[in-house]
């Protein structure tokens, strides 16, 4: 396993799990603990989730079962629209996913999205980070313009980006924005999220043949090779485990560049943030009461 040093000197594991759509709190317990069991560290979750408490039992369990020990985690967690409407609600939202977890500090916390008020949360985070809350801040799902606006403008400048991020959106663009102001992306579905079919695709098949490893681990290998960090999402745990084993190979520069021109340029997936449809649906999503 490799690690990247964040802009704050801290560091990160390239590699994580995310946890997504994992609705069940006991197969999100179980499939936490059998990520930290397989080697992994960081654990990628998010208020909007709903399963933080799930993922803090599973770290608690972990750390008692002596797998590894709390300071060698990365846990990071999201603020939800909901709670970025001023700089309290922000406030009552970090401490809110602290109790969940049960934890004494985030490795890493995330505005969710660049929606509602995020100046006002992020000055609350700002100020969790300098109470040692948080070890660090970043954001998600900041495009371009957004995230140049915003690293203009605040006062501590965001660790990571976390952004729809695979060979077939690859977002090379959003990558140089982030380089430019030390911003380390992160990539969310990274094996493409159970869309665009990249487990038939002829280029990644025929890669994957050569190395003998699987497709995902291609696509895994593919981002983490230039850069950002993956956190592949999986209940089962042979894929856990398959996920986790792209440590002993390297993509050549012809291969890199086979994947990199599998980018169609645009997102597949429902989440749109481009569509005011979206964005209305997220402003109004409540989570909790
Ligand atoms: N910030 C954001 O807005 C945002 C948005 C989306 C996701 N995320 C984060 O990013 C994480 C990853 O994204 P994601 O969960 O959407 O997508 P993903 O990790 O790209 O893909 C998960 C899908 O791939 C399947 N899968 C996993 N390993 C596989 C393998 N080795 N072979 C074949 N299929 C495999 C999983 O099924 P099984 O579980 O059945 O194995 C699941 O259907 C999330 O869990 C979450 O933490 C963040």
């Given at each position: 396993m490799d690690f990247v040093t964040l802009n704050n000197g801290i560091k990160m594991p390239l590699e994580g799990f995310g946890v997504f759509q994992v609705r069940d709190k006991e197969e999100c317990r179980r499939s936490v603990l059998d990520a930290i069991r397989a080697g992994y560290r960081l654990i990628d979750t998010a208020a909007s989730y709903t399963n933080e408490d799930a993922v803090g039992q599973a770290v608690r369990e972990a750390i008692a079962e002596g797998i590894c020990t709390r300071e060698e985690l990365f846990i990071t967690s999201k603020m939800w629209v909901q709670d970025m409407q001023s700089y309290d609600t922000a406030k009552k939202a970090i401490h809110a996913s602290l109790e969940k977890m049960g934890l004494e500090y985030l490795d890493l916390y995330l505005l969710h999205q660049a929606m509602k008020d995020y100046f006002s949360a992020w000055r609350a985070m700002e100020d969790a980070y300098r109470e040692g809350k948080l070890r660090a801040i970043g954001v998600s799902n900041f495009y371009p313009h957004i995230l140049t606006n915003f690293c203009e403008t605040v006062e501590i400048k965001p660790?990571?980006?976390?952004?729809?991020?695979?060979?077939?959106?690859?977002?090379?663009?959003?990558?140089?924005?982030?380089?430019?102001?030390?911003?380390?992306?992160?990539?969310?579905?990274?094996?493409?999220?159970?869309?665009?079919?990249?487990?038939?695709?002829?280029?990644?098949?025929?890669?994957?043949?050569?190395?003998?490893?699987?497709?995902?681990?291609?696509?895994?290998?593919?981002?983490?090779?230039?850069?950002?960090?993956?956190?592949?999402?999986?209940?089962?745990?042979?894929?856990?485990?398959?996920?986790?084993d792209i440590w002993d190979f390297s993509l050549s520069g012809e291969e890199m560049r086979q994947i990199d021109a599998l980018d169609m340029g645009y997102t597949g997936t429902a989440i749109k943030h481009f569509d005011p449809d979206f964005v209305r649906m997220c402003v109004t999503r409540r989570i909790h009461d």
């Open positions: 660790a990571v980006n976390q952004v729809e991020l695979h060979p077939f959106f690859s977002q090379e663009a959003a990558l140089e924005t982030m380089r430019y102001y030390q911003v380390q992306p992160e990539a969310w579905a990274p094996l493409g999220g159970g869309r665009y079919a990249p487990f038939e695709n002829e280029s990644l098949s025929a890669i994957a043949k050569a190395h003998s490893k699987s497709i995902g681990q291609i696509m895994l290998r593919w981002n983490v090779q230039r850069g950002v960090v993956v956190i592949p999402k999986s209940t089962h745990r042979e894929r856990i485990v398959e996920n986790l």
